[in-house]
């Protein structure tokens, strides 16, 4: 996006030192007992009964009214306050189903390794990182992505050996399924040759067996373990570089899929102090031992936080061949990709997890995920009496047809994310080959088989611009319009289907289809006014397109004016 300005600006920019930002960004409210009338030139309300307006009127964080500008006015009474928002088109709020926190957080702060073209790139960003990235002696970044260089391969630790031989540096693979390290950081954590790969992760490893620097999903964890952790000041100001991040682009709400228990609590305290400005509906990390906690406590409801469900991670991704797959990956025939948690053990954790009253979601990418996860989900769910949670498959990337049937039947949320085909479309197939792509990032066959669809970004792996979402519905093109016709183009989404996505279907898979997703009065005051109607604007427009204000529980927390 271009041309947006924050509320929160210097927090965003995050050039100062980590510690610079302490608290949580705060909203702009206005009275409770004030009413304030928007005016637009499009109000999209997504209610069937009144599909398109002129105004709404704002009390007490609810929508008070909706319709034309006089309607609106008169009933609003004549000391309202009046923003007239001129040519924008206002919608219900914007929220990203599938996003990280903690984790745009650090990629804010890290050395930022997006859109890298070769690997020379990537080492002199390593060698001029932002003070931000240091965690302890530790050198940080995120972003990278071999299939985006000429060669295509997995870089190693000799590059980085030679820029920093006795620093240790730890890069995250864009998807967040592998890690690029050196020789120090091997050295930390007594990776050698002789290391095994541990259940669900490989050490890759050159000709002679030693390990070549990188690590593909559980081997992380042997350098997480001995990375420093973010200080309090580092963890506060990047999570609030984040949330800023989120309402820049017009998000009211985020899906936090996979919080750890320290950010929980630090969301906690922001949210009692009325210091969150945007929802936050998180899924527990059930991956780690944080688990045991949230076990224990169960759900949370707090005023802008609600702790409903829980993200378990049962394979890795497409791009670094993690993603769990029936036959061999066409690209790597001796390879099938990797499941994280054994079946028995990912159906103890469902288990758990339902009695204790929580919505289970599941980050599944290869079509053997897909189906034990389905599999499962019904099994547990029936015998758990828990197909009310709406258990949800995260990502619900490449499925067999038969499965896409079976989604649709099973009352459970695809939680999927636009932009993830539009950035994977270079080189998915050479993966997965012709046959199995046809049930790959299958919106329209999932949505044609009965099956609810909430979009996100899976921020930081993309970014959080959920214009760029919308865009990516509706056109499975890249910015430069390419390929022609989109990619797989019977896949693609009316300009509306798109937008319902990261409204209705993303409220009603946090149960908040009664509060949010529309804009009616009685429900809450979250919306978003844009500078181009992502309904009906030719999409393109929608790669330059400006958000004016996010609204959220009536406070403005981000305005372009």
């Not at 002199?124 to 000429?150: E, H, Y």
């Not at 949230?294 to 791009?319: C, H, I, N, W």
């Not at 159906?347 to 034990?372: P, S």
């Not at 769910?381 to 499925?399: D, F, M, N, P, S």
Request: glycine share 10%.
């Amino acid at each position: 996006m271009h041309g947006m300005k924050s509320l929160l600006g210097a927090v965003l920019l995050f050039a100062c030192s980590a510690g610079c930002a302490r608290h949580a960004p705060e909203a702009q409210p206005t009275s409770s007992s004030s009413t304030t009338v928007y005016v637009a030139r499009r109000v999209r309300t997504l209610d069937a009964e009144r599909p398109m307006a002129e105004a709404l009127s704002v009390r007490a964080g609810k929508v008070l009214a909706v319709g034309t500008r006089d309607e609106v006015l008169a009933s609003a009474g004549a000391d309202a306050r009046v923003v007239d928002l001129g040519e924008a088109t206002v919608v219900p709020g914007l929220t990203d189903a599938h996003g990280h926190l903690a984790g745009l957080g650090a990629g804010l702060a890290g050395v930022q390794l997006e859109s890298t073209a070769t690997r020379d790139e990537v080492l002199s960003r390593v060698a001029s990182a932002p003070a931000t990235a240091w965690q302890g002696d530790w050198l940080i970044g995120r972003g990278w992505d071999q299939n985006d260089w000429p060669e295509k391969s997995f870089p190693g630790r000799a590059e980085l050996d030679a820029k920093l031989p006795k620093t240790p540096v730890a890069l995250e693979r864009v998807d967040g399924h592998a890690l690029w390290v050196n020789g120090e950081a091997l050295r930390r954590a007594k990776i050698t040759k002789d290391t095994p790969d541990p259940a669900g992760g490989r050490i890759l490893r050159d000709a002679n067996g030693e390990p070549t620097g990188i690590l593909v999903d559980n081997a992380m964890d042997l350098v997480n373990a001995v990375l420093p952790s973010p200080t309090e000041a580092q963890h506060e100001a990047r999570l609030a570089a984040a949330l800023a991040r989120c309402a820049q682009v017009g998000l009211t709400s985020v899906h936090d899929a996979g919080m750890d228990l320290r950010t929980f609590r630090l969301m906690q305290r922001w949210d009692k102090e009325g210091r969150l400005p945007l929802r936050v509906y998180v899924m527990a990390d059930g991956q780690g031992a944080d688990r045991e906690t949230y076990l224990r406590e169960g759900p949370f409801q707090g005023r802008m936080l609600t702790l409903r469900a829980v993200k378990l991670s049962l394979d890795g991704a497409l791009g670094s061949r993690g993603a769990a797959l029936h036959a061999p990956y066409s690209d790597e025939p001796s390879h099938r990709g990797l499941l994280l948690l054994s079946p028995e053990e990912y159906e103890a954790r469902v288990k758990a997890f339902m009695e204790r009253g929580f919505q289970v979601a599941t980050h599944a990418i290869g079509d053997r995920a897909n189906t034990l996860v389905l599999e499962t989900l019904l099994r547990q769910a029936e015998a758990t009496g828990t197909r009310h949670l709406r258990h949800r498959v995260e990502h619900a990337q490449i499925l067999r047809l038969e499965d896409i049937v079976r989604m649709g039947k099973s009352g459970f949320v695809a939680s999927m994310q636009p932009t993830h085909a539009t950035s994977d479309m270079p080189w998915a197939e050479t993966r997965v080959g012709p046959e199995r792509i046809q049930g790959a990032y299958a919106w329209r066959e999932l949505k044609k088989a009965g099956t609810l669809l909430a979009f996100g970004s899976d921020f930081p792996v993309e970014r959080p611009d959920v214009l760029l979402g919308l865009y990516a519905a509706r056109t499975r093109q890249d910015a430069e319009g390419q390929p022609l016709n989109g990619w797989y183009p019977m896949q693609r989404l009316s300009g509306e289907e798109a937008l319902e996505g990261f409204t209705v279907g993303a409220a009603q898979a946090a149960f908040a289809e009664n509060e949010r997703g529309r804009l009616k009065p009685g429900m809450d005051a979250d919306f978003v006014a844009l500078s181009v109607d992502p309904v009906e604007a030719p999409p393109e427009q929608l790669l330059t397109a400006e958000v004016k204000l996010t609204v959220v529980a009536g406070a403005e927390v981000h305005s372009a004016r």
